[in-house]
Structures are given as C-alpha cells and as structure tokens.
C-alpha cells in the first residue's frame, strides 16, 4: 500500500511558513523544534524537518540523517533542564499508528520514575507554561 502524498497545507508546514505561531526552541538550516500546544509531560517538544515529507515511510533518508542528531541534542537538553530519569521519543506513521499531523515530527517527552503521560492530544497548555518551558530547554542546549 502506497503512502498517501504529502499536503502542504497541513498544521506543521504552516508553521514552518509562520502562518500559525508556534513556541520555537531550536531552529537550523533543515530542522525546526518547538514546543508541543498539548503536551503529554512538561516539556513535550516536537522536532521536524524543514523539507515536507508525511512521515518517516516517505522521508528522504539524508532529511533523516540531518534530523536525527538534532532530536538527540533537544533529548538531553530537556532531560537536563526538567530533571528527567528518561526521555521518550516517539513517531507514528499513519493513522492506523496514531498520526494526526501528517508532517514527519518526533515526539521527545522527559519522564520521570512512577509519573505516567498525560493522553496524546489531551488538552491545550498555557502559552505562558510553553514559553517558560521552552526557555528552560533553551537554557540547556549547548
Ligand atoms: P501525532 O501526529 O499523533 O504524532 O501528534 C501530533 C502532535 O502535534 C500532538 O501531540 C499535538 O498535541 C501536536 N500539535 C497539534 N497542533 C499543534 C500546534 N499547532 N503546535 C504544536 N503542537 C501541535
């Protein structure tokens, strides 16, 4: 089954194109992160790339190799700035997986030891809490 091709109208590439406003933490040449609207732990961020692909099964594999290093240096900037015991770092591909956003995106969520995640897409944050959130992490990237 082939992957359906990619809108270049959906949620993410509106805000690569600063349509919709997003809390933004790190930015590059082919990379965006910003801060999750609903997130299931403090600190929930997403990370893209600039290049629109609809997830990983269409992605081409140097977007990928240039994503990667980034969703790890936001992964240990944000275990270190919220404390974390661990960070979890999710993809879904389709909706059959649990995709809602059809733009490639990785999840990275600090976690703590016997504290569960709230529901995915559960409810929207303060913009104040992302922002202070996103300054934290910020404050923790090398
Ligand atoms: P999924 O496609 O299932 O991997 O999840 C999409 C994620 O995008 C969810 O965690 C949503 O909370 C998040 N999300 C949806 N719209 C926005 C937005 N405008 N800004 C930031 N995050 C968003």
Avoid: W
Avoid at 13 to 19: D, S, T
Avoid at 74 to 82: G, R, S, T
Avoid at 129 to 135: D, I, N, R, S
């Amino acid at each position: 089954m082939t992957v359906p091709a990619y809108d270049p109208e959906n949620i993410f590439a509106k805000i690569l194109k600063g349509i919709i406003p997003s809390v933004k933490l790190y930015e590059d040449e082919d990379t965006l992160a910003f801060m999750d609207v609903m997130p299931q732990a403090p600190g929930h961020l997403l990370v893209i790339p600039k290049q629109g692909s609809r997830n990983i099964l269409d992605a081409d594999p140097v977007v990928l190799a240039r994503l990667m290093p980034v969703v790890q240096k936001l992964a240990i900037a944000v275990k270190q700035a919220f404390e974390a015991d661990g960070v979890y770092i999710a993809q879904f591909n389709e909706p059959a997986a649990g995709q809602t956003v059809f733009h490639l995106h990785f999840h990275v969520i600090p976690r703590h030891e016997g504290v569960g995640l709230k529901p995915h897409s559960g409810s929207m944050e303060k913009i104040e809490t992302l922002t202070a959130h996103a300054e934290k992490i910020r404050a923790c990237l090398s």
